[in-house]
T-cell receptor, first 114, second 112 residues
Framework: NAGVMQNPRHLVRRRGQEARLRCSPM?????VYWYRQLPEEGLKFMVY????????ESGMPKERFSAEFPKEGPSILRIQQVVRGDSAAYFC????????????FGPGTRLTVL | GQQLNQSPQSMFIQEGEDVSMNCTSS?????WLWYKQEPGEGPVLLIA?????ELTSNGRLTAQFGITRKDSFLNISASIPSDVGIYFC????????????FGTGTRLQVTL
């Protein structure tokens, strides 16, 4: 059973460009979470999605960031007009259902903004 | 908001030694999760705890859910070089099975 897949693993963008990060949850999991990790820090929650629905986006910056989890295909975290401060590791996690809080993480996408 | 503080911040130990680390919260948690993260990788779930006082093992790892529900402990027995990494505690915000709060992490280094 494949784990959570994320791509790309590394992404380099220049200031002002767009970054698209993809996440395919574990088979049978319908809940997806995105977290951001700055160097030497813990993970910070960004957004929680179920298929076609955003459940909780309280950790998302108000501007330039968006997330979706369409009926078909991976979840996408989109960052428009990237700035240097967006450089971080972005992790996706999935879980099979609510009620149990275990989340399984992907390998992450390391975003570098030049 | 909820905060999780881990101690120690880092540990340098010799192979074969036992390791203890803890995680404390300013508020009550109903679930404690322990993750390990290696450089360049995502966190890997080690142990999940769901009841106050619960003691759960996974190989050489043992974790406990504190009675006050505001703390948790992780022990590693007979450490080996592959135990190197950062250990994070995490728990869900009270009343919701969604976003996790992560601790500050304990960095473990094992010397031969």
């Amino acid at each position: 059973n494949a784990g959570v897949m994320q791509n790309p693993r590394h992404l380099v963008r220049r200031r002002g460009q767009e970054a698209r990060l993809r996440c395919s949850p574990m088979k049978g999991h319908s809940h997806v979470y995105w977290y951001r990790q700055l160097p030497e820090e813990g993970l910070k929650f960004m957004v929680y999605l179920q298929k076609e629905n955003i459940i909780d986006e309280s950790g998302m910056p108000k501007e330039r960031f968006s997330a979706e989890f369409p009926k078909e295909g991976p979840s996408i975290l989109r960052i428009q007009q990237v700035v240097r401060g967006d450089s971080a590791a972005y992790f996706c996690a999935s879980s099979p259902r609510t009620g149990r809080n275990e989340q399984f993480f992907g390998p992450g996408t390391r975003l570098t903004v030049l | 908001g909820q905060q999780l503080n881990q101690s120690p911040q880092s540990m340098f130990i010799q192979e074969g030694e036992d390791v203890s680390m803890n995680c404390t919260s300013s508020s009550i948690f109903n679930t404690w999760l322990w993750y390990k993260q290696e450089p360049g990788e995502g966190p890997v779930l080690l142990i999940a705890l769901y009841k106050a006082g619960e003691l759960t093992s996974n190989g050489r790892l043992t974790a406990q859910f504190g009675i006050t529900r505001k703390d948790s402990f992780l022990n590693i027995s007979a450490s080996i070089p592959s135990d190197v990494g950062i250990y994070f505690c995490a728990g869900p915000y009270t009343g919701t099975a969604s976003k996790l709060t992560f601790g500050t992490g304990t960095r473990l280094q094992v010397t031969l």
